[in-house]
């Protein structure tokens, strides 16, 4: 699939200087967009969707999974109807888990400056980049990435 097509199906924009006519990869493996890293969940034994998890489909106009700090550049979840679900109430012992997803066919993850990737059918966990960096009077202290 094109980005132009990606876009037009999801109704999302990238930023101008993002060539819309390469293809976006469908990934079978750990990726990162920004901010934000996939991991199959077959890689992560130690994190589990709790057990009042609820789980919640995937809407045609996608699903915000986290906004840059200053409230722009959403990193967007997209799926076509019925194959993709997902649940924020999953136990993440690092702490940087923020949705667990499944789907049945590729889904992509779109931002107006990274543009879209795909992601091949799976079972995923959406992890934010953590990074250590100055310092609070007791030590250094870590943030979470926001592009």
């Known amino acids: 699939m094109y980005l132009a097509e990606l876009l037009d199906r999801t ?6 200087h993002l060539e819309r006519q390469v293809a976006v990869s469908v990934i079978d493996g750990p990726q990162a967009q920004g901010d934000l890293i996939v991991v199959p ?6 994190v589990v969707e709790q057990g009042w998890a609820r789980w919640r489909p995937v809407a045609a106009d996608g699903f915000e999974l986290v906004r840059g700090e200053n409230g722009a ?21 690092v ?12 889904v992509y993850l779109i931002h107006p400056e990274h543009g879209g990737s795909g992601v091949a059918p799976g079972r995923w966990l959406v992890r ?8 609070n009077g007791f030590g250094a202290r870590d943030f979470l990435i926001a592009d």
């Open 73 to 93: 550049h959403p990193h967007t979840l997209v799926a076509d109807a019925g194959t993709c679900r997902w649940t924020a109430e999953v136990y993440d012992p």
């Open 11 to 16: 109704g999302l924009d990238v930023l101008d």
């Open 41 to 46: 969940m077959d890689m992560l034994g130690d």
């Open 128 to 135: 934010r980049q953590r990074e250590r960096g100055g310092f």
């Open 95 to 106: 702490s940087l888990g923020i949705v667990l997803f499944e789907n049945t066919a590729p």
